[in-house]
C-alpha cells in the first residue's frame, strides 16, 4: 500500500489542488478563489493528501464558532476507490473537533449517491434540499449535517 501523507495546503499546492478541481467538477473553482481561500479567509482550512511528490487529493473547510461547512472535497480520478475520501473527511472531522467544532455539513448534488454512502459512512444524516443549488444545471443539492 502507498505511503500517504496528509498536511495544510500551501499557496504552492493551488495549481496542483486546481487540476484536482477542474478534474472533478463542472464548474470548478478558479485558482484565484483558492487563494483568497488561503491568503484572505480565516475561517478556511485546507488539507491535501500527497503521494511522494504526487497532490492526489484535498478538502476545504470554513469553521466558524463551532460549525465546519465543507467548501469541497475531491480525489485524482485515478486514485478513487482507495477510502482516500473518507480519510480526508475523517482527519477533517479529527482537526475541527479538536478546533471546538460540535457539527459539520455539507451540499452534495442529489444525483451523487456515491459521495452521499461516504458521507452517510461518516455519520451524516440527510437535512434539507436546495433547490436549483448547482448552476451548471440547476439540479438540486442535497443539505447533511453531522454531530462531531
Same mark, same amino acid.
Given at each position: 500500500m502507498a505511503d500517504y501523507l496528509f498536511r495544510e495546503m500551501t #499557496? *504552492?499546492?493551488?495549481?496542483?489542488?486546481?487540476?484536482?478541481e477542474t478534474l472533478s467538477f463542472s464548474t470548478?473553482?478558479?485558482?484565484?478563489?483558492?487563494?483568497?481561500e488561503l491568503t484572505q479567509n480565516k475561517f478556511a482550512k485546507y488539507i491535501v493528501i500527497e503521494n511522494g511528490e504526487q497532490l492526489v487529493g484535498y #478538502? *476545504?473547510?470554513?469553521?466558524?464558532?463551532?460549525?465546519?461547512h465543507i467548501t469541497n472535497i475531491a480525489i485524482l480520478p485515478e486514485f478513487r476507490g482507495q477510502k482516500?475520501?473518507?480519510?480526508?473527511?475523517?482527519?477533517?472531522m479529527e482537526q475541527s473537533k479538536r478546533l471546538g467544532a460540535k457539527s459539520m455539513t455539507l451540499e452534495v448534488r442529489v444525483s451523487n449517491t456515491v459521495?452521499?454512502?461516504?458521507?452517510k459512512k461518516l455519520g451524516f444524516q440527510n437535512g434539507a434540499i436546495r433547490k436549483n443549488y448547482y448552476t451548471d444545471n440547476q439540479e438540486d443539492a442535497l443539505v447533511m449535517w453531522v454531530n462531531i
Open positions: #499557496i *504552492g499546492d493551488i495549481d496542483n489542488v486546481h487540476i484536482i470548478p473553482w478558479s485558482k484565484d478563489a483558492f487563494y483568497n #478538502i *476545504g473547510a470554513w469553521i466558524v464558532i463551532d460549525e465546519v482516500l475520501g473518507e480519510q480526508l473527511l475523517g482527519t477533517m459521495a452521499q454512502n461516504l458521507y
